[in-house]
């Protein structure tokens, strides 16, 4: 897949806009177009994001997005504290799944460490991914009503029914970890809490629940007339594109192109666990839509299959958290990639340094930055109104983009 | 048809929700029930002595990812209860405010000495009240339900030599039954009531009676209607703002629909303000908007010879309607009320019947004039956007 | 009494009894949506959280006036007043029984259509007022939206005119408590033109799907998005009262407004109206919205070519029909 910069402005040019690495200044020197600060202080940016639209009219013409307004040093903040006091902390890095931030980076650690992780704890991992997919694909469903019919409207119908169900995901964790958001139930080499009794039976009322909502959503969203005009041809993202960008996740797939690393790339369980790739051809907010409904289907199908086959044993191949500084690596680096909910997860950790007890440099890929970059080349040409609905469905989460 | 057929299921699937029970409850009358394992808030609890627990070893406040643990260990002494030698504390203090509830504190004391609770805090309205000093954890131990984790039982349950027995995975999954989707029937009845015909007779009567009269202040409200549409008439002409001289050129249009009104002819007062006011100036508004470079900021008069030329073509245009006023027959001493009893069939009857030429003549010319305007609009493209002038990267 | 004074007092009734429905109006539809979103909806205020509209209105009077800087602030301040005065406005010509019409002009629907038509005014001045891009882009929305979706309108409401032979809303109505119910007979001009007339109403009163000038997920408030207490308040008590008077309008001129039996008229009309007003807020609260430019396409592609077709059948129902058919 050679992309150069010729290939790029390229593909630009053949749809006939600006290219988004020129000033504005070559295309609208007199100042003519309405300049509109869209975002950070907006209700459809997604937290604070922010967006430099230049408007014909109502069409975009060039959009300059800028992200760092949630930058909160995590990365550097990582470097301070030891490994095993970090997981907590990297549960806010994507606050809609903080289950796959704790997955990623305790991998990573374990990966560094050379820790085995037991097959329950493995198993347990990816019924807790699964779930979360479940509980992020609802949220992210919401909010695009949200974008797409308002907060006073049927959009925020849709949300509510979405957290409605959410929350029996949400519930589940709670179970198991007793927390609701600060789960910080990966500890390296397993997981902090073993599964309460009975749990199976509760995963199973809860997805049972949610599958049988799941055509209610359809008919508010993905069959409805009006949300088919809002999305079919809107924001097409091509493949080539979109690979040469670095999107990946539920994004890529909608462009057609079929890459999971859960299934190119197995960890935890899903080396037994099969997992079909859900993907749509068309690249528009209408695959990317019909991408994590399928998606919503397969986690919960996933999610079945691993409380089902929950094998026995220990949930932690390391010794238990006593002390701060309790592991080590005095050299090595390590990339782990993990498919969470908005695509591929990576962290990044060098060891050794001045304090073996803490990482070196940790870097985080997040997927949602990806996703946003490709805004200055799928918005120009699309309305204020497309472009609400296009960054929504891309699902971006500016606490991960920023860090 | 798909679209009705779509939008009638969802129409369906909110009703049906608004008749299920709802998902959320009134909290502070209601509380949700907590899990065993919810955690918020802290306690420092008693060993299985009596006595508090905590050695102040310290490995919570350095476990602590958010720094927000303080404990102050105390001397060694003899205990009063067992006799053995051990370690105290003084203090211990917990900033709730920054706390990220992650549970390593608990998760990391070999004493059990700190765990848990499953009832959270008041919020309160002082950054200071959500520290936890020693007093209110120790209290909080007595008072409050302790979560399920604390550290020995964690630490063992995490021990990877250790072997446990499982609960069998109890496979429970209610279907679900699908409702029936018709919309609910609706079957309107209805049934015939008294015609009213007196009341409308009398209404028109009283309509008539009021128009007719010549007293002074109809003539009062004629003087001021009047003296509005002259006034904003001279506002739109005198405005620097392009928007502001649209909306006084409403005004003067509205004033002249209630004229129109005043003389009896509602029906035209109507037309006039749904067309004039609802329409046209409408229109101009959006022309102003979609072709002014710079809103807000319009063109200062500074050549002369625009205004004298505007005022030839405005005095010339009043000649002409002026001529044609005076010019008809039968206007000169008929008073306002003797068109008054014209009906709207006479209106009809009248332009689709003695005028329709002029009617016709008057639609071709306005046909015309959209096309026109379509092909004017249409000349655009290719636009400036499409080819840029320069590369500056 | 003079006309002058019975007018009045039926004009400060009509205003006194519109305000107060729009209360409980605006109570039932947060209860209602509430409850298609599985929430309570108001439980606090009053018994059943019945007096929660009184409460809004209590907070939003207390809220700071703002006034942006470098807006118009003649137009600025205006423009609430004004959406006010139109919405309460075209009530005046509502039948809502035999014996209660405020103003009972022949020129009824005429009169409607030109005050409702004037609606844009205000929301084009707030837009432009404000200073703000975002007001401004609304306005500009709501410009576009009104000048097209008036044609529709005005075609939809040709249907009963066209059918009964009267420009008075109270003749229109008396015609089908003789007759019949426009919505039921003739089917074919008469149903699809109450479905035309009750999407270009809701695109008149900037309700969901076509809630284009407020936009909240895109303008964040569109031409409402500066103002501020008791300036908001018109402009939210204008919409609701726009709406309301829209469903009365839709009740008196397709479903035989005060006809009915068993009950008084009045209790007749108002039941029509609240329950076209619940329809308004059940399809608010279900469906998304529509993009502007798609807005325009079905109102010129498809709502005005069909309004003309039933425009057409109506007359041919009126000239041709066998006279027991009407």
């Known amino acids: 897949m050679e992309m150069t910069e010729a290939t790029l402005t390229m593909q630009s040019a053949k749809r006939g806009r600006v290219d988004p690495h020129r000033s504005m200044r070559a295309y609208d020197a007199d100042a003519d177009l309405m300049l509109l600060h869209f975002g950070p202080q907006h209700p459809s940016t997604h937290g604070v994001f922010r967006m430099d639209l230049h408007l014909d009219g109502e069409i975009i013409v060039k959009a300059t997005p800028y992200v760092g307004y949630l930058h909160r040093a995590v990365e550097k903040l990582c470097e301070r504290l030891t490994y095993v006091q970090q997981t907590p902390v990297v549960d806010k890095n994507d606050y809609v799944s903080p289950m796959t931030n704790e997955q990623a980076l305790t991998m990573a650690f374990e990966k560094l460490l050379g820790v085995e992780v037991p097959r329950r704890a493995r198993w347990m991992r990816t019924l807790f991914a699964e779930l979360q997919r479940v509980a992020s694909h609802l949220l992210w469903l919401g909010t695009f009503a949200l974008d797409l019919g308002g907060a006073l409207g049927g959009g925020s119908t849709l949300f509510l029914h979405c957290f409605r169900e959410r929350e029996l995901i949400l519930d589940l964790f709670e179970e198991v970890t007793g927390a609701r958001f600060h789960y910080n139930t990966h500890l390296i080499g397993g997981n902090r809490h073993d599964l309460p009794a009975g749990f199976a039976a509760k995963v199973h009322s809860a997805l049972a629940i949610v599958e049988s909502r799941i055509a209610e959503y359809e008919v508010l969203s993905l069959n409805n007339g009006i949300f088919q005009m809002r999305s079919r041809g809107v924001g097409v993202l091509d493949g080539e594109l979109a690979l040469e960008l670095g999107v990946t996740g539920p994004n890529l797939r909608a462009s057609g192109v079929d890459h999971d690393l859960r299934r190119d790339a197995p960890y935890g369980a899903y080396d037994e666990l099969a997992v079909n790739v859900v993907t749509a051809q068309g690249g528009d907010c209408y695959a990317r839509t019909q991408v994590r409904f399928g998606e919503l289907r397969e986690s919960i199908r996933l999610a079945r299959a691993a409380i089902d086959g929950m094998p026995e044993g220990p949930i932690c191949g390391h010794k238990p958290i006593r002390q701060p500084g309790q592991a080590k690596a005095t050299s090595g680096q390590v990339y782990v990639g993990i498919e969470t909910p908005r695509g591929e997860l990576g962290t990044f950790v060098i060891g050794g340094g001045d304090t073996p007890t803490c990482p070196y440099r940790l870097k985080i890929r997040p997927p949602s930055l990806h996703a946003l970059s490709a805004l200055p080349y799928i918005l120009p040409g699309a309305t204020v109104s497309d472009a609400v609905a296009i960054l929504g469905s891309l699902d971006p989460i500016m606490g991960e983009a920023d860090r | 048809m798909g679209h009705i057929n779509d939008t009638l299921r969802a129409l369906w699937t909110t009703l049906r929700t608004a008749f299920r029970p709802t998902s959320t409850v009134q909290f502070p009358a209601v509380v949700r029930p907590r899990g065993e394992r919810y955690r918020v808030s802290f306690a420092l609890p008693d060993d299985e002595n009596g006595e508090m627990a905590c050695i102040g070893c310290l490995t919570c406040e350095r476990i602590c990812p958010s720094q927000v643990i303080k404990v102050k260990p105390g001397v060694k002494r003899e205990s009063p209860v067992t006799g053995k030698k051990r370690a105290y504390t003084d203090d211990f203090v917990i900033d709730l405010s920054a706390c990220i509830q992650c549970e390593l504190c608990v998760q990391v004391c070999n004493n059990d000495a700190i765990v848990m609770v499953r009832e959270a805090e008041q919020p309160m309205f002082e950054r200071e009240d959500l520290v936890l000093g020693f007093a209110r954890l120790r209290k909080n131990a007595t008072d409050r339900t302790r979560s399920w984790g604390h550290g020995t039982m964690l630490q063992e349950s995490q021990e990877p030599a250790k072997v446990e027995k499982k609960a069998p995975a109890v496979k429970a999954a209610p279907a679900v039954a699908a409702e029936p989707r018709q919309p609910a029937p609706r079957s309107p009845s209805r049934a015939a009531e008294p015609p009213e015909d007196g009341a409308r007779a009398r209404a028109r009567e009283g309509a008539r009676a009021r128009r007719g009269g010549t007293d002074v202040s109809a003539t009062l409200a004629f003087g001021v209607v009047a003296a509005c549409a002259l006034l904003s008439a001279v506002f739109v002409v005198r405005a620097v703002d392009l928007i502001r001289a649209v909306l006084w050129l409403g005004i003067t249009l509205i004033a002249t629909a209630a004229l129109y009104a005043m003389l009896g002819a509602s029906f035209l007062a109507g037309v006039q303000l749904l067309l004039y006011v609802g329409g046209v100036m409408t229109l101009m508004v959006f022309g102003v908007m979609i072709t002014r470079r710079h809103e807000g900021i319009a063109p200062t008069a500074t050549d002369t010879v625009r205004p004298v030329r505007g005022a030839v073509v405005a005095a010339s245009l009043f000649g002409l309607v002026a001529a044609a006023i005076v010019n008809t027959d039968g206007l000169d001493d008929a008073p306002a009320r003797a068109l008054a009893p014209l009906t709207l069939a006479d209106l009809g009857r009248s332009i689709l019947v003695e005028h329709v030429l002029a009617f016709e003549a008057l639609s071709l010319l306005l046909l015309a004039a959209i096309i026109g305007a379509v092909v004017i609009a249409r000349r655009r493209d290719p636009g400036p956007l499409d080819e840029p002038t320069e590369a500056s990267r | ?326």
């Open chain 3, 1 to 326: 009494m003079s006309a002058l004074g019975h007018g009045a007092l039926y004009g400060a009734v009509l205003i006194a009894v519109m305000l107060s429905t729009v209360a409980v109006g605006i109570w039932f539809e947060r209860k209602f949506a509430g409850r298609m979103q599985s929430r309570l909806g108001p439980t606090i205020v009053g018994p059943m959280g019945l007096l929660q509209p009184l409460a809004d209105v209590v907070k939003l009077l207390q809220k700071e006036d703002i006034i942006p800087a470098g807006a118009d602030r003649a137009l600025f301040n205006l423009a609430p007043v004004l959406a006010t005065i139109f919405s309460l406005g075209v009530a005046a010509v509502l039948p809502l029984s035999p014996h209660m019409i405020a103003a009972d002009l022949d020129i009824g629907v005429v009169y409607m259509l030109a005050v409702g038509g004037l609606m844009v005014v205000p929301t084009f001045m707030a837009g432009w007022a404000s200073n703000n891009k975002f007001a401004l882009l609304g306005g500009m929305r709501a410009v576009a939206q009104s000048i097209s979706y008036g044609v529709p309108l005005v075609l939809a409401v040709l249907v009963p005119v066209i059918l009964s032979g009267s420009l008075s809303l109270a003749g229109i109505v008396r015609w089908q408590s003789e007759h019949h119910w426009f919505a039921l007979w003739p089917v074919i001009p008469g149903l699809p033109a109450f479905a035309l007339y009750f999407m270009a109403m809701l695109a008149e009163a900037n309700r969901i799907p076509f809630d284009i000038p407020e936009a909240e997920s895109e303008l964040v408030a569109g031409v409402t998005t500066e103002y501020t207490g008791a300036k908001f308040t018109l402009f939210y008590l204008a919409e609701y009262v726009h709406t309301l008077v829209g469903s009365a309008i839709g009740a008196a001129l397709f479903f035989g407004g005060w006809d009915g039996p068993f009950a008084p008229g009045l209790h007749w009309m108002v039941a029509k109206t609240l329950a076209l007003f619940v329809v308004v807020y059940w399809v608010r609260w279900t469906l998304l919205r529509l993009r502007s430019d798609q807005l325009m396409e079905l109102c010129w592609k498809w709502l005005t070519p069909i309004g003309v077709a039933l425009v057409l059948i109506a007359a041919a129902w009126v000239q041709f029909a066998p006279q027991g058919a009407l």
